[in-house]
């Protein structure tokens, strides 16, 4: 798709980060919006800074965890806008903790966001976007699906997921040439507030030491690529068609480390992870959302992309 004007995009995740950056760029190129989140402050925030550009914007609270959101909102915005051609199934959220640690709980919240609203998103859209005839689908997956790193198990199984999900889905529309494609994201760190939202379980100590409760600190301080940077990526590979798009310089070098040491990363981040004590323990300290306080928040933002770096 060389060209966005007249067209209609609905996103996922648009009350912040990554999402918000989508929709900024694509008013700004005349394409309509149909925008989502489940935190409906930052969905507002997002429609007042396109007040300005004339086009056509609904926006819709939506837990994309939840089937029959999802599938109303994509009928609804169908009907509204007459056509679909773009599908950014975006939102997302963190969870931090080790295997030991993580409960049932931790790993279906995030497999209920990351992985089945992509599936929702992607399903619900799908048949829209075939009678269009011409049509794209991006999926935000992360530099977690591309390499694994401990103490995030829940966050890298839903990234690989979306990854798998999205290259089979490429791979099926290549077949039957309907007119519609299919982008797989990896973002590398974004700054976003995914960080300061994330569910932190326990665990942190005993796989990094005794600063383990800082890794986070350490983690936020390399988020290196702003969203709108990542918004612009993003849409330059939609242009080109690109199966996958990569973003940051960090997740090019994961990108190659994974293809050079396929296995042999894991002892490199290991042995990288054992000497990081001493550098969190340096760093200052700063509040974080503690776990529970985060899961009872009703405003929690799945904007994600910005997690991606996650």
Known sequence: ???????????????????????????????????????????????ALLAATGVEITTTIVDVADREQVEKWATDTAAYFEAVHLVFNNAG???????????????????????????????????????????????????????????????????????????????????????????CVHPGGIRTEIVHTARVGHGFDELFGQAGHRVLDLFDSMLLTSPDKAAQTILHGIRRDARRILIGADARIIDWEQRLLPTAYQRLNTALITGLGALLARLPQRDRIPADAAADSPARSQDARSASSR
């Open 1 to 47: 798709m060389k060209n966005f004007t007249g067209r209609t995009a609905a996103i996922t995740g648009a009350g912040s980060g990554i999402g918000r950056a989508l929709a900024v760029r694509l008013a700004a190129q005349g394409c309509h919006l149909a925008l989502s989140d489940i935190n409906g402050d930052g969905l507002a925030a997002t429609k």
């Open 93 to 183: 959220v963190a969870q931090g903790g080790s295997v030991t640690a993580n409960s049932y709980a931790d790993y279906e919240w995030v497999l209920a966001i990351n992985l089945w609203g992509v599936i929702h998103g992607t399903k619900a859209f799908l048949p829209h976007l075939i009678r269009t005839g011409d049509g794209h689908i991006i999926n935000i997956s992360s530099v977690f699906g591309l390499q694994s790193q401990p103490a995030t198990s829940a966050y890298n199984t839903s990234k690989f997921a979306v990854r798998g999900f999205t290259e089979a889905l490429r791979q099926e529309l290549d077949l039957l040439h309907n007119g519609v494609s299919a982008t």
